[in-house]
């Protein structure tokens, strides 16, 4: 749980970053300014795969971050599974008391 909480902040932080600084190959400004928690809520809507549209990257370099993130992040979804699994496999299916 902490891997995706820490790799999701993070990223959250990064694609601000990447976002508020624009391309730096353009010669225009960034006017598309985006807050942290909107980064935050972008990636929660993109990893659970509901992808709403209403917050959207807009910089070449935010897009590519993007695809490598839902790659990563598919990735290390898929590779903590088989954790879950036994984790909740372990639990005893009858450990409380009757009463």
């Known amino acids: 749980m902490c891997v ?4 999701w902040l993070s990223a959250a932080g990064f694609i601000h970053m990447i976002e508020n600084s624009g391309d730096p190959w353009l010669k225009e400004p960034n ?5 942290y928690w909107e980064c935050v809520y972008l990636l ?6 509901v992808g709403y549209g209403d917050i959207v990257v807009k910089t070449m370099l935010g897009q590519i971050f993007m695809i490598f993130f839902i790659i990563g992040g598919l990735g290390l979804f898929a590779s903590h599974v088989p954790e ?3 984790i909740i496999g372990s639990r005893k299916k009858y450990n409380g008391n009757y009463r």
């Open 4 to 7: 995706f909480l820490g790799t």
């Open 31 to 35: 006017i598309h300014k985006i807050t």
């Open 44 to 49: 929660m809507v993109t990893m659970s795969t």
């Open 84 to 86: 879950m699994i036994e």
